[in-house]
């Protein structure tokens, strides 16, 4: 379609994108289901956006209930070529205060059972995933953070979890031994679909707590980090304006075709009903037979 080149995915607290003018909300049928909820369409000055509210509006959808093949497929039909996610998420390092903000560079997967690839079914592709998060849409993002009020952090390695529970205080400390700096629900198999679906993927975390591992701070609980987040909320929105403002140029930018060497299977190998199933992630390599009128 074509309709936006910016996505949005908002967490919690962050279910509406104000300030957005010739606004539209459309329901998109995936291969994979429906979205989380409806994507909103909208134009920040002279720059369309696609938002999704990443847990439904109210909030509806656990971390592992989320259809994330669903999200990013749907806004991958509709043009997107970056994507901004913002997240709330716990900090396991003293220098990272609650009401902090993050752009995270590096990941570690703790989830389990996840559906995190668009292949299989007859297509196989591996894509590097090295660098998890887009550096170039990562700096533009720290640069429009760095304008607000908030504290900024650039970098640092976010742990994600499984959940809905939160950590053990053990789980914590461990995570800690490791060299991590936060831990969250839902960046994984986010940026993974993202990045095989060639979009630029990069995160503003929203520390809201210390997790469970800080002796002298209050435990991580829903209504702590919900009422730390709604804080930042109205900081997010003026960072994804700024960004949306000053996007940088996809020229050379790995992301952009990170599945050009990726897929192994030769195409007279890949079934049709896949190649059309796929044809928004694949079509510019492995376009399907036009059907018969």
């Known amino acids: ?51 999704l509210p990443r847990h439904g509006v109210g909030h509806r959808l656990l971390p592992s209930e989320l259809p994330v093949r669903a999200n990013i497929w749907a806004l991958k039909s509709l043009g997107v070529e970056q994507l901004i996610s913002i997240s709330a998420c716990g900090s396991l390092r003293e220098e990272i205060a609650p009401l902090d903000l993050v752009i995270p560079d590096q990941l570690i997967d703790r989830t389990r059972g996840r559906q995190s690839t668009f292949f299989g079914n007859g297509i196989v592709a591996h894509v590097s995933f090295a660098d998890p998060f887009c550096p ?47 831990i969250g629900m ?25 997790d469970v591992w800080h002796e002298a701070e209050e435990d991580v609980s829903a209504d702590l980090i919900l009422a730390n987040l ?29 599945l050009q060497t990726a897929i192994v299977t030769a195409p007279e190998w890949v079934p049709e009903q896949v190649k059309r199933d796929l044809a928004p992630i694949i079509g510019r390599y492995m376009p399907a037979t036009p059907t018969a009128v």
């Open 1 to 51: 379609m074509g309709e936006a080149s910016l996505g949005v995915i908002g967490g919690s607290g962050f279910y509406e994108m104000e300030g957005l003018s010739d606004v539209r909300r459309l329901q998109v049928e995936t291969p994979f289901g429906a979205p989380s909820d409806a994507i909103v369409l909208g134009r920040l000055d002279a720059t369309t956006v696609a938002f």
């Open 136 to 182: 170039t849409l990562a700096a533009a993002l720290a640069a429009s953070a760095e304008t607000t009020p908030a504290r900024v952090h650039r970098g640092g390695t976010l742990v994600v979890m499984e959940g809905p529970a939160f950590s053990t205080r053990a789980e914590s400390n461990l995570y800690r031994s490791w060299g991590a700096h936060l």
């Open 186 to 210: 839902t960046a994984l198999p986010e940026a993974k679909l993202a990045r095989e679906a060639e979009i630029c993927y990069a995160a503003v975390a929203c520390a809201t707590d210390y």
């Open 230 to 258: 709604l804080k930042n909320v109205e900081v997010s929105k003026q960072i994804v304006r700024r960004a949306a403002a000053a996007l940088p140029a996809r020229d050379g930018c790995p992301c952009a075709n990170a």
